[in-house]
């Protein structure tokens, strides 16, 4: 595919995230964005009907997961290789991903030039055998630590949002959610964790890898 642009169908359920993610993929030159979606059923249909050559999915969306979306992508559209884009880095969903299909993992702390990479090399290597990774290094050092993590990715994206500071409300603004919602899933962290408090499940989280003081700051 020398000289043609690379087609890319995006999936994400945040409308500003998804946005700024176009943007930064148009800064590439080669590739440009054919589709979008705010849920995985969404997604699906996107990719159906332009059969791109990239998808970009986040795991957690509405309607249909990454994972269901990447069991139905051989049906979709064979050609299209898949790119998950995730808040958290966790050894154990990359590879449940990877099982599943996925050409690459990238976090959202990713780097504009590592997300270009992971889309290139997603559109343009051969086969499936080649898979990249643009994760932080401690995935990969402290891979046991985060192999043990009990939280869901919606999880752990609302402990990261607690971490930063951000109230019941305030969390459940940011991520379309009814403030019950968030409430029950804090009730569930707490449970798995073992822990009492906001505090605790924090520290917990920062102690097993599950995310980093840069992902804390980082907004």
Not at 121 to 139: E, H, I, M
Not at 147 to 158: G, P, Q
Request: charged content about 30%; glycine content about 8%; some cysteine.
């Amino acid at each position: 595919m020398a000289g043609e642009k690379i087609r890319v169908v995006l999936a994400d359920d945040h409308t500003m995230f998804r946005q700024g993610l176009r943007e930064m993929l148009l800064t590439g030159g080669d590739i440009e964005v054919v589709g979008e979606a705010e849920d995985g059923r969404e997604a699906l249909e996107e990719i159906r009907r332009h059969k791109p050559d990239v998808a970009i999915l986040d795991v957690e969306m509405p309607e249909m997961d990454a994972r269901e979306v990447l069991l139905r992508l051989p049906e979709a559209s064979p050609e299209t290789r898949a790119v998950i884009v995730t808040v958290f880095a966790e050894a154990r969903l990359a590879r449940e991903l990877v099982r599943l299909g996925a050409r690459a993992y990238v976090t959202k702390s990713a780097t504009l030039q590592e997300l270009l990479a992971a889309v290139r090399s997603a559109a343009r290597s051969p086969g499936g055998d080649n898979v990249l990774l643009a994760v932080p290094r401690g995935l990969i050092e402290g891979a046991g630590g985060a192999e043990d993590c009990e939280l869901s990715e919606r999880e752990l994206e609302i402990l990261l949002l607690v971490a930063r500071g951000l109230s019941n409300r305030q969390v459940a603004s940011e991520l379309h959610l009814a403030e019950a919602t968030v409430k029950r899933h804090l009730a569930n962290i707490y449970t798995k964790l073992n822990v009492g408090s906001r505090g605790e499940a924090v520290r917990r989280a920062l102690s097993k890898g599950w995310f980093t003081s840069h992902d804390v700051t980082r907004r």
